[in-house]
């Protein structure tokens, strides 16, 4: 489902196209034999070359389109980044989560509302230099549990310090934001995350927002509906949004870190409740994803 094409929202910010498409159902394209960009992630078949070959995009018909047929490489890739996460309830890995749903969401509306080339075929990659090189933003979900190595935190380092960037998201209160603190520390021993406050660029990039907001699970923001509750109230301490950034040598942003919020759910579920779209994916977790896309680009 798709509640965006009769938005106005969607058609303010400076680099926005004027026309929306038509609903996502109706966008699919056969790109037959045309030229696709390189994929450069994970090759022992976790996930496939194409999402839309995995778990929900095998039964949901996402929009693809075709690149450059002269440079198919010179686009913008979605990239998320697979590491030693732990596990949802004892199901699947937490790095997976949202998976592909959020990715090929973002993706098409990043292709559909502004002027960057966006590759329609995310990439999931490992922390492997020769992975991580292609792709100068990569995603990290759901790090409250994660596990790394000295080798794999020496390896985020060099590429955060060689230009990379990487979005980290949806990790909830004390507990989590512990368990990350730990591996941030084991890749910046001598840095520490600062907050951004609202005033900060990144929150008006393209769009201009008026809070630093926090984004809930769709299932939580039902139940917390008409008490207004928008945290993850079994986890202590996720009661306010943080929006944290690691600086490089040149005072670069290489790291956004959104903590006690979950962007990424707001790109997953725009389909699956009208108002939870108009509250959260339409508002705040397309437009913030858009700016930080924007601001890092340009930065």
Same mark, same amino acid.
């Given at each position: ?26 966008? +699919? ?6 030229? /696709? ?15 839309? %070959? ?13 690149? +450059?047929?002269?440079?198919?490489? %010179? ?17 699947? +890995? ?20 502004? +002027? ?10 490992? @922390?492997?230099?020769?992975?991580? =090189? ?25 590429? !955060? !310090? ?7 998201? %949806? ?13 941030? /520390?084991?890749?910046?021993?001598? =840095? ?6 609202? %005033? ?11 809070? /630093? ?15 207004? @509750? ?21 005072? =670069? ?36 994803? @858009? ?9």
């Amino acid at each position: 489902m798709n509640f965006a094409a009769s938005s106005p929202f969607f058609r303010r910010g400076a680099l926005l196209m004027l026309a929306l498409a038509a609903p996502l159902f109706l966008l +699919s394209q056969d790109s037959g034999n045309a030229v /696709k960009p390189t994929w450069f992630g994970i090759d022992d078949g976790e996930v496939p070359n194409d999402p839309r %070959d995995w778990g929900r995009g095998q039964h949901y018909d996402f929009p693809t389109w075709e690149v +450059s047929q002269e440079l198919p490489n %010179d686009v913008f890739t979605f990239a998320r980044l697979r590491y030693n996460s732990g596990t949802w309830m004892g199901q699947r +890995s937490k790095w997976l989560i949202d998976y592909p749903d959020s990715d090929l969401n973002f993706s098409y509306r990043l292709q559909q509302l502004t +002027s960057l080339e966006i590759n329609p075929f995310a990439a999931v990659v490992d @922390i492997d230099p020769e992975q991580m =090189r292609h792709y100068p933003f990569i995603y990290m979900i759901e790090p409250g549990d994660i596990w790394i190595t000295d080798e794999q935190a020496a390896i985020i380092r060099d590429y !955060l !310090l060689n230009g990379g960037f990487i979005m980290v998201d %949806d990790f909830w209160g004390i507990y989590e934001w512990n368990g990350f603190y730990r591996a941030l /520390k084991q890749i910046f021993p001598d =840095r520490e995350p600062i907050d951004l406050e609202l %005033d900060h660029p990144i929150f008006h990039a393209v769009f201009d927002l008026d809070l /630093k907001p926090q984004i809930p699970a769709v299932g939580m923001a039902l139940m917390g509906k008409e008490q207004g @509750i928008t945290y993850e109230w079994n986890k202590p301490g996720s009661e306010t949004p943080h929006y944290r950034a690691v600086y490089d040598d040149n005072g =670069r942003i290489c790291m956004i870190i959104c903590w006690n919020t979950d962007l990424g759910d707001g790109w997953e579920e725009e389909g699956t409740d009208p108002w939870f779209f108009k509250e959260f994916s339409e508002k705040y977790a397309y437009p913030l994803g @858009i700016n930080i896309i924007f601001y890092v680009m340009t930065h």
